[in-house]
């Protein structure tokens, strides 16, 4: 697929641009950030978001910019939703690690949302969600949710999971088995042998034949994030818990931190695009041991 303006075709439907794409789905991700925002704040006791806008300068080899919002409360210890829209040229070192980027002169175009939740209830689950768009000579979606509980209930791992299985069901009928899979495979810690939590879904360079379906996918798993999550977080986040508990909750993070700074493609993106990096490394808790 080339590089912006280009023609995305699809049998069914009349041709789609890169632009088109790029436009509908930075729209999509503004909106769904701020409606996320809202259903948080509605369980939030004492606190709000924060909003910051960012760009890239005058000059700068890239264009763009995004909004990071951001809250800390009694419910959520810390979470980010972020959304940004960048495009240009990527760093030399990155041509060979992004798909068509080479054949493309390092030009790419990028939006997405960012949303991970660190809890202060060590029964209420962490959780991370990421949806986004981008294009080099080729264009794709990418995204998904999982969910990493310190103590893993049976209840709330089966609504997260229902709620994304209903959004790959929308797609096509093997897509919950493959994306579970991957997220299994992507959000495991090596070196402790050891998965992250009870996993979710996670997919990466979907370019179908029909990217208005791929594009109402995307969709579904956002709509079913926001449907789910506030829900676990409203049934758990009252529960009592102790000392003990708590401390086993800064354990649980310290797994997080690993993978994010040693794993994570998208922290690896950031760095390779020149992000603003509260943005990209908003995903680290604001407490932790090890």
């Known amino acids: 697929m080339p590089w912006r303006g280009s023609s995305i075709t699809s049998m069914s439907a009349p041709p789609v641009t890169d632009r088109d794409l790029a436009s509908a789905a930075a729209t999509y991700f503004r909106d769904l950030q701020g409606r996320i ?55 030399p070192q990155f041509k060979t690690q992004i798909p068509g980027a080479e054949e493309s002169h390092g030009k790419f175009q990028a939006c997405g949302i960012s949303l991970v939740a660190h809890m202060h209830n060590p029964h ?25 509980p310190t103590f893993p209930d049976a209840e709330d791992t089966a609504a997260f999971h229902d709620a994304l299985r209903g959004a790959c069901d929308s797609y096509r ?8 899979e991957a997220c299994d495979k992507y959000f495991y810690l090596p070196h402790r042998q050891e998965p992250r939590g009870v ?79 509260e943005a990209y490394l908003m995903s680290l808790p604001p407490l932790v041991r090890w």
């Open 37 to 91: 925002c809202s259903a948080f704040e509605a369980l939030e006791e004492s606190g709000t978001f924060t909003h910051r806008a960012w760009s890239r300068p005058e000059g700068h080899r890239l264009h763009g910019g995004g909004e990071t919002r951001l809250m800390r409360g009694r419910v959520f210890e810390k979470v980010g939703v972020n959304v940004s829209h960048v495009w240009g040229n990527l760093q």
């Open 173 to 180: 009928a093997d897509a919950y088995r493959e994306f579970k």
């Open 124 to 148: 209420v689950p962490a959780v991370h969600m990421n949806l986004r768009y981008l294009s080099t000579s080729r264009a794709w979606f990418g995204g998904g949710s999982d969910l990493t």
């Open 199 to 277: 996993g979710g879904i996670f997919f990466d360079q979907l370019a179908s034949s029909d990217p208005s379906a791929d594009f109402a996918f995307v969709r579904a798993v956002g709509e079913a994030f926001l449907g789910v999550y506030p829900q676990i977080v409203a049934r758990r986040k009252d529960t009592p818990f102790d000392a003990a508990a708590r401390e086993q909750l800064l354990v649980k993070r310290g797994r997080y931190v690993e993978f994010n700074l040693v794993y994570d493609r998208g922290t690896q993106f950031g760095f390779g695009t020149d992000a603003d990096p």
